[in-house]
């Protein structure tokens, strides 16, 4: 049997299926993989599932000369965790779950959407607190979102269910910036020629797109001062793609009306300055927390694991 290293528990179901075909060795923690960690494992495995976070860097797989893994078969669509380049250069095929998750995280944005526009975080403090003193006729007034416009920050899967969602399900108008030209976004839905074009125009924008060099801060102080001062700001992306500094001080001015973020630039640590605001609703990155999803994600690595070890073209291969 193939010796595989998984990096944090999957779902029962697909362990069991790993542990049947591979001889699997388990982290016993959920805390990301260190660089060392990384290069240990490139040596001792010649398989790692990895996931977010695992130190799979350029400096991590250039210190092992000759790795005995092959493949890392990543556990998310994900991947600025992993150097593929750097994998590239050292024989090791890397992998990721594309398509299982996308309806999950559109799922997620939506709601970040609904729960920051109507005020639904900072209701249910209230009515934790026991402040809630009862229902008046102008308690708590939020943005009514039919009707309005969505800018979405990457027109890819995710992207496109998204504006499936806004449009089909409330009606909303949906703008949208994509590095290339997308021809068919699902719905009706209008290309703007820049970033700062589809700012300056949403009442709520959404960010969907990919963490990479290219993308990182691409939300910075001057996108965020482009937008409306009753506009919202959700991201479900990776969270250096918002400069997490800027945002702060945007909301701190009530320069935007509010954010709903479930990703963070330094995971899991969440700076106590945006814990403070009212204005923002905080998730911990629960973009795929729905158990069937984990687990078609979980089998899609599996899928990538037999194919690279039966000879076969690898269905995900990035």
């Not at 299926?17 to 805390?31: G, K, N, Y």
């Not at 290069?39 to 250039?62: E, R």
């Not at 990543?74 to 992998?95: E, L, M, Q, R």
């Not at 399900?169 to 970033?195: C, E, I, T, W, Y």
Request: charged fraction near 20%; charge should be negative.
């Amino acid at each position: 049997m193939k010796r595989l290293l998984v990096s944090r528990a999957l779902p029962d179901s697909v362990m069991q299926v790993l542990r049947a075909e591979f001889d699997v060795t388990l982290r016993p923690t959920t805390q990301p993989m260190s660089e060392d960690e990384a290069s240990a494992a490139l040596m001792g495995y010649d398989a790692v599932l990895p996931t977010l976070g695992d130190g799979f860097t350029a400096d991590a797989i250039g210190r092992v000369d000759e790795p005995r893994c092959k493949i890392l078969a990543n556990f998310g669509v994900g991947y600025n965790h992993i150097d593929v380049g750097a994998a590239a250069a050292k024989g090791i095929t890397v992998t990721n779950t594309p398509g299982a998750l996308t309806d999950a995280t559109a799922d997620i944005a939506m709601m970040l959407i609904l729960m920051a526009a109507r005020r639904a975080g900072e209701g249910e403090r209230m009515v934790r607190s026991g402040q809630w003193t009862g229902w008046h006729p102008v308690q708590m007034l939020g943005m009514h979102i039919g009707g309005k416009t969505v800018g979405i920050i990457g027109m890819g899967r995710i992207g496109k269910a998204i504006a499936k969602r806004c449009h089909d399900g409330f009606g909303m108008d949906v703008v949208f910036h994509n590095r290339s030209n997308v021809a068919d976004a699902g719905v009706p839905a209008k290309q703007l020629g820049s970033l700062a074009d589809v700012m300056t125009i949403a009442d709520v924008i959404v960010v969907a797109v990919p963490g990479s060099p290219e993308t990182y801060h691409l939300i910075d102080a001057a996108a965020l001062k482009a937008m409306q001062p009753h506009a919202y700001l959700v991201n479900i992306s990776r969270g250096d793609v918002i400069d997490e500094a800027a945002l702060i001080a945007t909301l701190q001015a009530g320069e935007i009306a509010g954010a709903g973020l479930d990703v963070y630039e330094q995971e899991p640590h969440v700076p106590d300055t945006l814990k403070a605001l009212d204005n923002v609703v905080l998730l911990p990155h629960l973009g795929t927390n729905a158990e069937e999803v984990r687990a078609n994600m979980g089998m899609m690595a599996v899928e990538n694991l037999r194919a690279f070890f039966n000879g076969a073209q690898v269905p995900n291969r990035v």
